[in-house]
């Protein structure tokens, strides 16, 4: 059944080899994927630090009644005789281990916030790292605020410049800069997390920075985890007009022209692999599309299997509320209700880490 909705709705095949390939050959088909989605989607971030250094500000050691260290640090980055600084907030067990840990992108700085329930990740070993995405660059037209002024400084930008979503992109991976000077942290086992249009930044880091070894994206939809072939809800043309800023301007040629793409957001999932990717959705989500998200999953598997992994374990269906698919490097979940990132959410991504990475 899900072969045949595949083909109706257009879908390409990620890799022309039909046979089990190296990782080496892999490698190589997956560094043009990230050519293709950074010069038609996300864009390039156009310069690259000299300089990284980092600050703790504040220290609060005793928080969540005493079993977490939450750290408020200063990451600063330098260019040429340019600086942008933002704030993270990292909360830690204070055991005597090194946690697999969450980069979390987030649309706020409090800890705990509704979107994360701090407590609860860290009761369950492991810690997180968040930063709120308007500490980076605002979410509008404005290339002046942020990182964008520093990239960009008033200069214009070309048709494959990066939009916001590469540059709080940028910022995750800078965490994991952070993440690397800290003995308390386990650096095989770091999982970047977002939800919505940090949802699609998320993925787009695990795609983009390989020290992460599984991206989760929640209810990320149009230009996130859905397919744009045959998509309901929203379309590459709304999210263009109402949000433009968010990709490089060449995204714009495939307004009501999906057809033209020359990949769909099957290949942004695969090009994680073979590090793991999972998908969530709400079934009242139609904005995002439930079945677009889970199609892309089934699609994005065949990279996986080529690579003589398991890709993703599902029946010949469409998804429910209530299937959790997590015995593949594709793991996924769909619950009740609407477009949020909610404490049942977690715990599925909390289940599926522990049983993929003997957590
Ligand atoms: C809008 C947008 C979506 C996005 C969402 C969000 O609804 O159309 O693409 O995912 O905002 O980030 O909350």
């Given at each position: ?17 039909s ?53 408020k640090?200063?990451?600063t ?36 916030d ?42 214009d ?50 795609a ?45 040629k495939y ?34 599309d ?14 996986y ?55």
């Amino acid at each position: 059944m899900l072969e045949n909705l595949l083909s109706e709705r257009g879908l390409m095949k990620i890799w022309d080899s039909s046979e089990i390939c190296s990782s080496d050959e892999w490698e190589k088909r997956r560094s043009e994927i990230l050519k293709l989605l950074c010069n038609e989607e996300y864009g390039f971030l156009p310069c690259t630090p000299d300089n990284l250094s980092f600050e703790v500000l504040e220290q609060d050691n005793k928080f969540c009644a005493g079993k977490v260290t939450l750290n408020k640090v200063s990451i600063t980055a330098q260019f040429g005789n340019k600086r942008f600084s933002f704030p993270c907030w990292t909360s830690i067990p204070n055991g005597n281990k090194k946690y697999p840990f969450f980069v979390f992108i987030n649309f706020r700085g409090d800890i705990p916030d509704k979107y994360f329930p701090t407590e609860e990740i860290c009761d369950n070993g492991f810690a997180i790292l968040s930063f709120c995405y308007e500490d980076v660059t605002s979410d509008d037209n404005n290339f002046s605020d942020g990182i964008a002024g520093v990239i960009y400084g008033g200069k214009d930008r070309k048709d494959n410049d990066c939009g916001k979503i590469s540059m709080w992109s940028w910022a995750a991976s800078r965490v994991m800069d952070y993440a690397k000077t800290l003995s308390n942290l386990d650096l095989t086992k770091a999982f970047v997390v977002g939800h919505s249009r940090l949802g699609k930044t998320a993925l787009l880091t695990g795609a983009l920075d390989a020290r992460f070894a599984c991206a989760i994206s929640n209810d990320s939809g149009c230009s996130g985890a859905a397919i744009t072939r045959g998509k309901r809800g929203e379309k590459i043309k709304d999210i263009y007009n109402s949000f433009p800023y968010w990709f490089c301007a060449n995204y714009k040629k495939y307004m009501d022209n999906e057809h033209n793409l020359p990949f769909d957001q099957h290949f942004l999932l695969a090009a994680i692999a073979p590090r793991k990717v999972y998908v969530a959705s709400a079934k009242e989500d139609l904005w995002a599309d439930p079945d677009s998200e889970y199609l892309s999953c089934v699609a994005a598997s065949e990279v996986y299997e080529k690579l003589g992994f398991t890709g993703f374990v599902h029946p010949d269906r469409l998804p429910n509320v209530g299937d959790v698919f997590h015995e593949g490097n594709i793991g996924y979940h769909m619950r009740d209700g609407l477009h949020y990132l909610s404490r049942e959410d977690w715990l599925h991504f909390i289940a599926y880490l522990k049983k993929q990475f003997k957590i």
